[in-house]
T-cell receptor, first 116, second 112 residues
Framework: AQKVTQAQTEISVVEKEDVTLDCVYE???????LFWYKQPPSGELVFLIR??????QNEISGRYSWNFQKSTSSFNFTITASQVVDSAVYFC?????????????FGDGTTLTVKP | DTAVSQTPKYLVTQMGNDKSIKCEQN?????MYWYKQDSKKFLKIMFS???????INETVPNRFSPKSPDKAHLNLHINSLELGDSAVYFC???????????FGPGTRLTVL
């Protein structure tokens, strides 16, 4: 069985603060993918990043960065210099590699509120 | 061009009615899904189809029946609607292995 835990239900920060969203996962698979999705107040779900389990390189994209640590089964997401437009629900998800069709397990989401 | 589209966007109906939600993707993906997002924003997979074949069928009441007429379409039919069915239903698609999922805009179903 696989599980994704996003322990932070809600986070509130003031604009320009840095914020880290935690994601811890459990899986018996040796090869898998991890994802982050964003759901802004408008409701759509937007893909942010995919990371393969065999690639532990961290990634930076503008103000966003992701820290994947296989040893601690974590895939944390940091927003630097947060902006009001970053306010959204963020979901972490896990997908085993050996599957004919991707049964992703989603975390319960973290609601981020960035105040001006 | 819309990658994953759903119709309708809003659906308000009475208990006991039967309704359908349609989904189409123009990305050429092999796999399509239905998710239910409840009022607490929890996302739960309901069904997954791969090349028109049902792959994943989570513990969903059999009042819910997916139908995939071709690889680009996955519709969801719901019989005898109940109050607890009120939620946002998302359709998604992805490449066969390891791909990110592209979500439709969601259908907000309200059962009165």
């Amino acid at each position: 069985a696989q599980k994704v835990t996003q322990a932070q239900t809600e986070i509130s920060v003031v604009e320009k603060e840095d914020v880290t969203l935690d994601c811890v996962y459990e899986t018996r698979d040796t090869t898998y993918y991890l994802f982050w999705y964003k759901q802004p107040p408008s409701g759509e779900l937007v893909f942010l990043i995919r990371r393969n389990s065999f690639d532990e390189q961290n990634e930076i994209s503008g103000r966003y960065s992701w820290n994947f640590q296989k040893s601690t089964s974590s895939f944390n997401f940091t927003i630097t210099a947060s902006q009001v437009v970053d306010s959204a629900v963020y979901f972490c998800a896990l997908l085993p590699y050996n599957t004919n069709a991707g049964k992703s397990t989603f975390g319960d989401g973290t609601t981020l509120t960035v105040k001006p | 061009d819309t990658a994953v589209s759903q119709t309708p966007k809003y659906l308000v109906t009475q208990m006991g009615n039967d309704k359908s939600i349609k989904c189409e993707q123009n990305l050429g993906h092999d796999t399509m899904y239905w998710y239910k997002q409840d009022s607490k924003k929890f996302l739960k997979i309901m069904f997954s189809y791969n090349n028109k074949e049902l792959i994943i069928n989570e513990t969903v009441p059999n009042r819910f029946s997916p139908k995939s007429p071709d690889k680009a379409h996955l519709n969801l039919h719901i019989n005898s609607l109940e109050l607890g069915d009120s939620a946002v239903y998302f359709c998604a698609s992805s490449p066969l292995r390891g791909g990110e999922q592209f979500f439709g805009p969601g259908t907000r179903l309200t059962v009165l």
